[in-house]
């Protein structure tokens, strides 16, 4: 594996990044801050490897991730991101993801994902955190969620309008307004307010 793209909205993440890239013999390192900036590189370049944050300026990660796995299923997309591994590692794992660190690790923790991806096997934590019967429940209903559903969650919960997200996920407002509808339904929720609370209580 030679080639690598990290994609973060922070400048001192990539610079990080790409130091320990380098340290590890990637011979062609790039660095991009947005979803459509890194599907542009990645359909001209194919990099073997993608370091790949889940929130960046509003634009959802795990759409991305879907994407790269789908339509690159040779690129090992390793997950580096401030989420918590107990909401998203599972989720990340289901889209095809081949690691997931968090950024509150040791720096020793990216440096073995990375050398595991680069022998071609898988690295994830391991969590055991014990949940109340409201967190469990909720658990529940954050797995029953399509990773769709899930990034328009996030992205309300953070104060997006419709039409907004609806132009990021190149979906129709109509679209988005069904998804708002479902979410709520699905969650037990009556209002926008309760989303966004919901969001804060499960990290999201």
């Known amino acids: 594996m030679k080639k690598v793209l990290i994609v973060d909205d922070h400048p001192v993440i990539r610079g ?14 790039s660095e991009v801050h947005g979803v459509s900036d890194a599907r542009a590189w990645i359909k001209q370049e194919k990099p073997d490897v993608v370091i790949l944050d889940l929130v960046m300026n509003g634009f959802d990660g795990l759409d991305l991730l879907v994407w790269i796995t789908g339509q690159f299923p040779d690129c090992a997309v390793l997950v580096f991101t401030s989420q918590d591994a107990q909401h998203f590692c599972n ?5 095809g993801a081949r690691g997931f660190v968090t950024k509150k690790s040791d720096l020793k923790e990216l440096i073995k994902a990375i050398h595991a991806l ?18 469990r429940s909720e658990q529940k209903a954050l797995e029953s969620l399509s990773t769709r559903e899930l990034s328009i969650l996030r992205m309300l ?5 419709g039409k907004d997200i609806a132009e990021t996920l190149f979906l129709s407002p109509k679209t988005v307004s069904t998804y708002k509808t479902r979410l709520l339904e699905k969650l037990g929720l ?9 969001a804060k209580r499960n990290q999201l």
């Open 16 to 29: 990080a990044l790409r130091l320990v890239c380098e340290n590890e013999g990637f011979s062609q390192i």
């Open 118 to 135: 680069k022998s071609g096997y898988s690295y994830f934590p391991k969590t055991s955190v014990r949940l109340d019967l409201q967190q």
């Open 91 to 95: 989720r990340c794992i289901s889209a």
């Open 157 to 161: 919960s953070m104060g997006m309008r």
């Open 190 to 198: 009556n209002s926008l307010v309760g989303l966004s609370e919901f």
